[in-house]
């Protein structure tokens, strides 16, 4: 189970990353970007405090009469509970981070879709809204005006 959730954990910061490296940047990405360092920490001292605590349970198998063992126990458990804790709110926070950043490239998506569709002419419709110029052939019009004998 822990595995699973280690690989998810970094198949989602490599993809992070590379989409860092690939874009200027926004706000948004930013905010996903310091999530994903923040859950990725909070994992790492997550995984060093169950390995104390692993060691402290082989330690207390050794020696089971040692009364300070079972006091190092207990606050063990406390601890990693509040790490565990920590580290499901630091996952939340990412995966709201990474939901505003999703939403933020559709929106940036569909102002290029508007600006693309904006360069139609208002003063025709139709095909001939897609014209820049009075005497500009569209994709297409080439081979029609072939097949009517002009060239």
């Not at 999530?35 to 104390?52: D, L, V």
């Not at 089971?64 to 926070?93: G, H, I």
């Not at 095909?127 to 005006?145: F, V």
Request: glycine share 6%; charged share 30%; aromatic share 8%.
């Amino acid at each position: 189970m822990m595995k699973r959730f280690l690989l998810t954990a970094i198949a989602a910061g490599s993809m992070f990353f590379s989409a860092c490296s690939l874009s200027g940047g926004s706000a948004a990405q930013t905010m996903a970007m310091d999530r994903a360092r923040a859950y990725e920490g909070m994992y790492k001292a997550y995984m060093e405090a169950e390995e104390r605590y692993l060691n402290l349970l082989f330690n207390i198998e050794r020696m089971p009469d040692e009364e300070e063992l079972w006091s190092m126990k207990r606050e063990q458990m406390m601890e990693l509970v509040q790490l565990r804790e920590m580290m499901l709110n630091a996952r939340t926070e990412l995966d709201n981070a990474v939901q505003e950043w999703e939403k933020y490239l559709i929106e940036m998506k569909d102002e290029a879709k508007q600006d693309k569709a904006g360069r139609s002419n208002p003063n025709f419709t139709g095909t001939d809204a897609l014209r820049t110029s009075p005497g500009q052939l569209l994709p297409g019009e080439i081979h029609s005006s072939k097949r009517n004998g002009f060239q």
